[in-house]
């Protein structure tokens, strides 16, 4: 089993704040992709990530795929209650074809 | 374009009954995986179809059955059901089998309690 590690587990901010999510594993990963997931819906794909030390924008969230495809990180500049949502990060496999392995999952709250 | 739909969304069974859950995937999409997700346990794998193949299977006991249709639309049964099965399952397709490079697209997911 290849684990994905979160951290923190939960986050509250202020609304305007920055924040930064991680994701670690000990296993090497040919891709890595982040998730919000909204209470009641299914998760929805953000960004894939797929070098090493890959750094990807989307609006105000800024992603980085770790040099040696372990880890990667999700920093949001000036949070607002929109980014409210649980994070999660999921690791591909080049040798298990679509089955990726989700981390644990981060609950973000971004209080107005 | 319609996204991910599942039947139903919210089901309640007694333990030793079985459950089939119904998922059908975006329009032109033929790759269709199920995931399982729980508090403690998080978003876990069990398995993915493709072409009516089943190309990935999770560490889920032989309890968790699937099958593609011809139509790419996917169900997945689950027999003699256990407290312990009580989740959200959800249903994600994608346009093709790339591999770890592929866009899913996930539905709302099938609230499953037992009882």
């Known amino acids: 089993t290849q684990l994905l590690e979160q951290s923190p587990q939960f986050l509250s901010i202020q609304e305007g704040e920055n924040l930064t999510v991680y994701c670690n594993s000990s296993s090497v990963f040919s891709s890595l992709q982040w998730y919000r997931q909204e209470p009641g819906e299914g998760p929805v794909l953000l960004v894939t990530v797929v070098t090493g030390g890959e750094v990807k924008k989307l609006k105000r969230l800024t992603f980085q795929f770790g040099d040696a495809r372990k880890d990667s990180s999700l920093h949001i500049t000036a949070a607002q209650p929109g980014d409210t949502g649980l994070y999660l990060c999921a690791g591909g496999n080049g040798n298990t074809g679509n089955q990726f392995y989700f981390g644990t999952g981060t609950s973000l709250t971004v209080i107005p | 374009k319609a996204g991910v739909t599942q039947t139903p969304r919210y089901l309640i069974k007694t333990r030793g009954q079985q459950v089939t859950l119904s998922c059908s995937p975006i329009?032109?999409?033929?790759?269709v995986s199920w995931y399982q997700q729980t508090p403690g346990q998080g978003l876990q794998f069990l398995f993915e179809y493709f072409s009516e193949t089943q190309r990935n299977k999770g560490n889920f006991p032989g309890r968790f059955s699937g099958r593609q249709f011809s139509n790419s639309r996917s169900e997945m049964n689950v027999s003699t059901l256990e407290l312990g099965d009580s989740a959200l399952y959800l249903c994600?397709?994608?346009?093709?089998?790339?591999?770890?490079?592929?866009?899913?697209?996930f539905g709302p997911g099938t609230r499953l309690t037992v009882t």
């Open positions: 994600a397709s994608s346009l093709e089998y790339r591999g770890f490079t592929d866009e899913q697209y």
């Open positions: 329009s032109g999409h033929r790759s």
